[in-house]
């Protein structure tokens, strides 16, 4: 197999990305939501800590995974059926994208504007004062965002369906 992307399929690397990311989201988003119900104790305190740490790999390794993505060649459009498909498709990548970003980066400024050092893997950073209007506002644009990340993985795997299904081609073939 090989590890840069073709005109036809995602190399090595490129899967690699999708479905380590694909994984890590599958437990991430169910275990935030699970996080919010706990109790206050020191139990949660290290499971925060775990999410944390998991976001914010997720973050660097999106970074990566753009900057591989920016130096390959992407695998061309499939056959289009219907005027706009290869744009929803764009657009569909593009905001997973966002999404991931949204999330990562407003959990991050959550806990900056509660005040909190965090560690981010090479380092530690934290802001000098607190502001916890912003820090609730950042909360917020994480849930809604999350909410964001589940619509478009939604309509992301409807398509892979209805690609392989209906219109019969090899999309799936591209990332396997
Ligand atoms: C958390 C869930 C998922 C996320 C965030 C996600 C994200 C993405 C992104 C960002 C791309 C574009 C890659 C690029 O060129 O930069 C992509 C491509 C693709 N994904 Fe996913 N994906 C997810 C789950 C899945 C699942 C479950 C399937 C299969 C059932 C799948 C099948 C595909 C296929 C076939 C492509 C290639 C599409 C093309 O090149 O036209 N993905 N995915
Ligand atoms: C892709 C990565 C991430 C995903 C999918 C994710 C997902 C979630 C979800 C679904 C919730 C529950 C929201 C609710 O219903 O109230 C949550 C809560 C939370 N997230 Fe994240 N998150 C990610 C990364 C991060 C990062 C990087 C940070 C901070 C550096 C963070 C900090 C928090 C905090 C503090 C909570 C609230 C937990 C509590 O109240 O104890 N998250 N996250």
């Given at each position: 197999m090989r590890i840069f992307n073709s005109n036809k399929e995602y190399g090595l690397v490129g899967k690699l990305f999708h479905w380590i990311t694909f994984l890590a989201l599958l437990l991430q988003v169910p275990f935030g939501f699970y996080l919010v119900g706990l109790e206050f104790s020191s139990e949660r305190i290290e499971l925060e800590n775990i999410h944390i740490l998991v976001g914010i790999t997720i973050f660097y390794f999106t970074l990566f995974r753009l900057i591989w993505k920016f130096f390959n060649t992407s695998p061309s459009e499939t056959?289009?059926?219907?005027?706009?498909q290869a744009f929803i498709g764009k657009a569909n990548h593009f905001l997973l994208y966002v999404s991931i970003f949204t999330i990562t980066i407003s959990g991050i400024l959550k806990k900056l504007y509660m005040g909190e050092t965090l560690n981010f893997i090479f380092f530690k950073y934290g802001f000098k004062k607190d502001n916890f209007i912003l820090a609730d506002a950042y909360y917020d644009v994480h849930v809604y965002a999350n909410y964001l990340l589940l619509a478009l993985v939604t309509l992301h795997i409807f398509a892979v369906i209805a690609h392989h299904f209906?219109?019969?081609?090899?999309?799936l073939k591209k990332i396997l």
């Amino acid at each position: 197999m090989r590890i840069f992307n073709s005109n036809k399929e995602y190399g090595l690397v490129g899967k690699l990305f999708h479905w380590i990311t694909f994984l890590a989201l599958l437990l991430q988003v169910p275990f935030g939501f699970y996080l919010v119900g706990l109790e206050f104790s020191s139990e949660r305190i290290e499971l925060e800590n775990i999410h944390i740490l998991v976001g914010i790999t997720i973050f660097y390794f999106t970074l990566f995974r753009l900057i591989w993505k920016f130096f390959n060649t992407s695998p061309s459009e499939t056959k289009s059926f219907f005027i706009g498909q290869a744009f929803i498709g764009k657009a569909n990548h593009f905001l997973l994208y966002v999404s991931i970003f949204t999330i990562t980066i407003s959990g991050i400024l959550k806990k900056l504007y509660m005040g909190e050092t965090l560690n981010f893997i090479f380092f530690k950073y934290g802001f000098k004062k607190d502001n916890f209007i912003l820090a609730d506002a950042y909360y917020d644009v994480h849930v809604y965002a999350n909410y964001l990340l589940l619509a478009l993985v939604t309509l992301h795997i409807f398509a892979v369906i209805a690609h392989h299904f209906i219109f019969k081609d090899k999309i799936l073939k591209k990332i396997l």
